[in-house]
């Protein structure tokens, strides 16, 4: 028995192999502590727990669900996109309920490219951007981040690319990894650039409340609809990780093209996440964000910085986002070389940069999604050992 021939185009997902070897180490008794995952460690609000729990109690409710959403968690994402963006949303035909954003990567792609096709992919970027196209027969076409830029595109080098057979670029902001911000300039470029190359511009905007009272979205822009999508998430920004409810917008024809894709693949989730999850994305407060996604995530960076400090690693105060992102001091010759000392010697798992791209080689990623006394025993185990 052989395997296709895509799996030789992929390799395991990093945070998948490492967690075996730190599964094993704390099995040797090592205690790891884990400043990896952006998996957020609070719970929803109390109302969505209610609600689960009162939809699931139901007899009736446990039957398959509409593949498009329930009414109810349509309204209730157009109702977001409205408080926050201030965006307008048809609830029928503009946006579409996934299993999670990542879904959502796979549903885009394969109603958009066919194999052979060309997407831009951001370095540093999701590594699932590249793995998921290689997957489905995609050619890669990686354009640069830098720091020196804010990570920001760079709409120059864009223009001189070779753009044929491009169909999709990926765009996230507020960047993961690197905390770049999102600018309403970039979006504007992002959607002048898609409308005069016929290129959608998907952007992945989980990271708009983490860090931040300003909440911007591609769609604000006049004309986005017609050449963007953007997902969003309910697991930061609502601390519904496991819950896999996520959310794409666009124009009514690209929804119909995701939908008839996603119909083919699942059967719909469960109503009582559908309704806990509308009854969260109506609900909950602006002090119950400003709890959860600033000031708490706020006392924790504030330890992060010290971690990063200690390793002699520089980084921009004013990122944004569940993680901080740092360069690494010059005489480490790689990334992995510091997380891997910081892993074994003060028993504390970071994320090297190699991971999200060339572009990442020299930095490092410190999740956020950790108590803050987590976080401060790290520092302490850091600042013993470095």
């Given at each position: 028995m052989k395997p296709a021939d895509?799996?030789?185009?992929?390799?395991?997902?990093?945070?998948?192999?490492?967690?075996?070897?730190?599964?094993?180490?704390?099995?040797?008794?090592?205690?790891?502590?884990?400043?990896?995952?952006?998996?957020?460690d609070m719970?929803?609000?109390?109302?969505?727990?209610?609600?689960?729990?009162?939809?699931?109690?139901?007899?009736?409710?446990?039957?398959?669900?509409?593949?498009?959403?329930?009414?109810?968690?349509?309204?209730?994402?157009?109702?977001?996109?409205?408080?926050?963006?201030?965006?307008?949303?048809?609830?029928d035909t503009e946006v579409l309920p996934l299993i999670g954003s990542k879904e959502g990567i796979l549903h885009i792609t394969l109603a958009l490219c066919n194999p052979g096709d060309k997407v831009l992919v951001p370095n540093p970027g999701y590594p699932t951007y590249t793995s998921l196209s290689k997957i489905l027969g995609q050619q890669i076409v990686n354009y640069d981040l830098r720091e020196d830029n804010g990570w920001q595109p760079d709409f120059e080098a864009l223009e001189k690319m070779d753009l044929e057979d491009v169909k999709i670029m990926w765009t996230n902001y507020p960047n993961m990894p690197t905390g770049g911000r999102a600018m309403r300039e970039t979006y504007e470029k992002l959607v002048d650039f898609a409308k005069r190359h016929d290129i959608v511009v998907v952007n992945d905007n989980p990271y708009s409340f983490?860090?931040?009272?300003?909440?911007?979205?591609?769609?604000?822009?006049?004309?986005?609809?017609?050449?963007?999508?953007?997902?969003?998430?309910?697991?930061?920004?609502?601390?519904?990780?496991?819950?896999?409810?996520?959310?794409?917008?666009?124009?009514?024809?690209?929804?119909?093209?995701a939908l008839k894709i996603k119909s083919n693949i699942?059967?719909?989730?469960?109503?009582?996440?559908?309704?806990?999850?509308?009854?969260?994305?109506?609900?909950?407060?602006?002090?119950?964000?400003?709890?959860?996604?600033?000031?708490?995530?706020?006392?924790?960076?504030?330890?992060?910085?010290?971690?990063?400090?200690?390793?002699?690693?520089?980084?921009?105060?004013?990122?944004?986002?569940?993680?901080?992102?740092?360069?690494?001091?010059?005489?480490y010759k790689t990334c992995e070389e510091l997380t891997e000392k910081v892993l074994h010697e003060a028993r504390v798992f970071i994320t090297p940069g190699f991971i999200f791209g060339s572009n990442g080689e020299r930095y490092i990623r410190i999740s956020l999604c950790a108590k803050e006394e987590k976080i401060q025993e790290a520092l302490e185990r850091i600042k013993k050992t470095i």
């Open positions: 895509r799996l030789n185009l992929v390799q395991e997902y990093y945070f998948s192999r490492k967690l075996k070897e730190v599964a094993k180490l704390n099995a040797e008794g090592k205690d790891i502590i884990s400043l990896a995952i952006g998996s957020p719970p929803p609000s109390q109302q969505t727990i209610d609600k689960l729990a009162e939809v699931a109690s139901q007899p009736s409710a446990h039957g398959y669900q509409p593949t498009m959403g329930t009414p109810e968690l349509r309204k209730a994402m157009a109702n977001f996109y409205k408080k926050w963006y201030d965006v307008d949303v048809n609830a983490i860090l931040s009272d300003e909440h911007l979205s591609i769609m604000q822009v006049p004309g986005a609809k017609d050449c963007c999508v953007e997902f969003n998430s309910m697991s930061k920004s609502h601390n519904m990780p496991g819950w896999r409810v996520g959310m794409c917008i666009s124009n009514p024809q690209i929804i119909s093209w699942d059967s719909g989730t469960f109503r009582g996440i559908q309704l806990a999850a509308a009854e969260a994305l109506n609900n909950n407060t602006p002090e119950w964000h400003h709890e959860a996604n600033v000031t708490l995530y706020r006392k924790r960076r504030d330890v992060a910085e010290k971690i990063m400090d200690v390793l002699g690693c520089t980084y921009d105060k004013t990122q944004v986002g569940m993680f901080l992102w740092g360069r690494i001091p010059e005489h």
